[in-house]
């Protein structure tokens, strides 16, 4: 499977963006697809998974209640709309595709989007 990112881009403190990540078949029942991200100097972390097998979604702490994460295309895409952002939000957004619920592992990676918060 290949996965496509898509939004991004810059906005002020307390401004909203949505990204969508698109996969080129669909999922299996087992499957979540999520996003992690990436600011300069830190590790890569996990932001939130959908799971295609109950409906479900995952957040880490840091976003949960500003960001929310949902199906878009019936098992091929979903998107993370992003609320209330933060200057700390500032990273390099990564779709990818894993596990339910959490992503434990990934197994494709999509290529990275920019997200840039300005305070």
């Known amino acids: 499977v290949q996965l496509q990112a898509s939004g991004g881009g810059s906005v002020q403190a307390g401004g909203s963006l949505r990204l969508s990540c698109s996969a080129s078949r669909r999922a299996f029942r087992n499957d979540a697809l999520g996003w992690f991200r990436q600011a300069p100097g830190k590790e890569r972390e996990f932001v939130a998974a959908?799971?295609?097998?109950?409906?479900?979604?995952v957040y880490a702490d840091s976003v949960r209640g500003r960001f929310t994460i949902a199906d878009a295309n019936a098992k091929l895409a979903v998107y993370l709309q992003m609320n209330s952002l933060k200057p700390e939000d500032t990273a390099v957004y990564y779709c990818?595709?894993?596990?339910?619920?959490?992503?434990?592992?990934?197994?494709?990676w999509g290529q990275g989007t920019q997200v840039t918060v300005s305070s």
């Open positions: 959908f799971s295609w097998n109950d409906g479900s979604a």
């Open positions: 990818a595709q894993g596990p339910a619920p959490n992503l434990p592992r990934v197994y494709q």
